[in-house]
């Protein structure tokens, strides 16, 4: 991602939407139909979570899992070439990093609501506002090491990878999840039925795309800006 100047999430975001342009084509959607230069592309609206954290944790053994997040709605371009979808995508999500405010309102909202207010009320919402949205996509960075269990009789046992399976309430229909272990990233597209039957076309239609653009820019190098660590020259 570095080498094309945007995020992982970027990435994956435009894999996802691409993959689905190649799936509305092939219904018969009109939401596949090839794109037109200088017209406006088509969007659905996403949900994204995002992750809430009051404080960094000082140590390793002050690590606790937690599940505190806020979804957070954007809409997103679908456009069957990623090179073409970095752009649009990116400039979406960029404005997402100043809306830090309303990531924490809507976290501390949904919370009040579920402690002090009926459970009928929450729900209703859900319902009603989860019905706007096509699908979720979640990315989550994981280990970047493998985890190494030590077991009574002295031996030793790891995990080679991990998965993510996120199920979505309300009424959404869809996620597209992914999660980095060690050196391997996983991705899974849970689906109602009645959205969606062949989420295996999905999944290999997101891999492959990621893996051409992993193959386009093999021998491009990272801009110097870019490079942790980069001092300049004096």
Avoid at 59 to 72: H, I, Q, R, Y
Avoid at 102 to 114: E, G, H, S
Avoid at 165 to 170: I, L, R, S, T
């Amino acid at each position: 991602s570095k080498k094309i100047g945007v995020t992982v999430n970027d990435v994956l975001m435009c894999a996802t939407t691409a993959a689905l342009k190649e799936y509305f084509r092939i219904r018969g959607d009109k939401l596949g139909d090839a794109e037109v230069e200088g017209s406006t592309p088509p969007m659905i609206q996403v949900l994204l979570p995002a992750n809430i954290r009051f404080r960094w944790y000082p140590t390793a053994d002050d690590v606790s899992c937690e599940n505190k997040f806020a979804a957070l709605p954007v809409k997103l371009p679908i456009i069957a070439n990623m090179k073409d979808s970095y752009k649009p995508t990116s400039k979406i999500t960029k404005k997402l990093k100043g809306n830090i405010g309303y990531i924490y309102a809507a976290y501390a909202v949904t919370y009040l609501v579920n402690i002090f207010g009926c459970r009928f009320i929450p729900r209703f919402f859900l319902h009603k506002a989860s019905m706007k949205f096509t699908l979720s996509i979640s990315n989550t960075p994981g280990p970047v090491k493998s985890f190494i269990f030590d077991h009574e009789n002295g031996e030793q046992s790891f995990y080679r990878w991990c998965q993510s399976y996120v199920m979505v309430a309300g009424r959404v229909g869809m996620c597209v999840s992914a999660m980095s272990y060690d050196k391997t990233f996983r991705i899974c597209v849970t689906a109602d039925e009645a959205v969606c039957q062949d989420t295996k076309f999905l999944v290999d239609k997101i891999r492959s795309n990621i893996q051409s653009e992993i193959e386009r820019m093999r021998d491009t190098k990272v801009p110097e800006a870019l490079q942790s660590g980069s001092k300049k020259e004096n």
